[in-house]
């Protein structure tokens, strides 16, 4: 196997487009994407300074494609890799992988979406154990929804873009304070997905108690172009403020956002939810929702003293 490891900072537009060809040619193979909608917006639109490419070449083409995010000093490196089709079982998946092991002095926290034989089986064979798993809930639009009332005082509105932007952060990181990604976001997260195409206000609700923003609900929808599928709703994040949990609020929300996204003409809905957040998964199969599919995160087993 002749091979070549590019190590980058940034990548520039050619790197990008082939990168992205290689995501594509995956996500055709697979039925899933293999990189998360953190590292895909790193890739259009650049940022995290600290963030590392590794690009793997077999000649002049692409067959590979890690990204590594440094920044989380006290859980180590994150990183997501890729491997296109045509270079699959032929050892440039451990070869990518050895690159980036080697980058992170061997402390890393790897994705792997879809939880698939291949991915495990390239986890398993570095050293790496399984850490964490997050599933993937999907229901249907069709199905009845039950009604939920709100808890009393507390009235809903739409997300307005330029106005809402630092309330809402103070809420979701107090709601995600313990969580290892959603409760670090910057404004500069916010305003990335603000740019999206999928981006609608109209479909981001907020919950207030006494003019304060006590809740939210922030919907999305993507389509066949984006995930290789028809256009599925997702409850993209559910946050609700500490001092209203156990007020029935957050099952609330989840239904004014499920009804507009019934309204969008949607026949799915989808959502993450991490397998070790019981009441979580409760919540959402009694609204309908039951486990279509699972991410896993592997990592560096501890060494032993």
């Known amino acids: 196997m002749s091979a070549s490891v590019e190590i980058k900072e940034r990548l520039s537009d050619h790197d990008i487009a082939e990168v992205l060809g290689v995501v594509e040619a995956a996500t055709e193979a697979d039925g899933v994407r293999p990189l998360n909608e953190h590292v895909m917006l790193h890739l259009r639109y650049g940022g995290d300074d600290q963030a590392r490419s590794v690009l793997l070449r077999a000649g002049s083409e692409l067959a590979g494609y890690a990204h590594i995010d ?40 790897l994705w792997a979406h879809g939880g698939t034989p291949g991915s495990d089986a390239l986890a398993l064979s570095a ?26 005082g507390v009235s809903v ?30 404004i500069d997260d916010v305003r990335l997905r603000e740019s999206e195409s999928w981006f609608d206000p109209a479909g981001f609700f907020l919950a207030e108690r006494d003019g304060r923003m ?26 609700v403020d500490p001092s209203q949990q156990g007020t029935g609020l ?34 959402y199969t009694g609204l309908g929702f039951s486990r279509w599919d699972v991410d896993v995160m592997y990592a560096s087993a501890p060494s032993e003293n």
């Not at 440094?70 to 451990?94: A, C, K, M, N, W």
């Not at 309330?167 to 910057?186: I, M, S």
């Open 127 to 152: 050293g790496l154990e399984r850490v964490r798993s997050l599933w993937q809930m999907r229901r249907s639009l069709y199905a009845p929804l039950a009604a939920v009332p709100m808890p009393e």
């Open 70 to 109: 440094p920044t989380d000093e006290v859980e180590g490196p994150s990183g997501e890799l890729v491997i296109h089709p045509s270079f699959r079982r032929q050892g440039y998946g451990r070869r990518l992988l050895r690159a980036v092991l080697e980058l992170t002095d061997g402390r890393l926290r």
């Open 157 to 186: 509105r739409t997300f307005v873009p330029g106005q809402d932007e630092e309330e809402w952060l103070k809420v979701n990181a107090a709601a995600f304070a313990h969580h290892p990604e959603q409760g670090a976001w910057t």
């Open 214 to 239: 006590v809740g939210f609900h922030w919907t999305k929808v993507h389509g066949s172009h984006d995930h290789g599928h028809e256009p599925i709703g997702e409850v993209y994040v559910v946050g």
């Open 250 to 283: 957050g099952k609330a929300l989840t239904v004014v956002g499920l009804c507009h996204l019934r309204s969008r003409g949607l026949a799915q809905a989808m959502l993450y939810v991490d397998e070790d957040n019981p009441a979580a998964i409760r919540l």
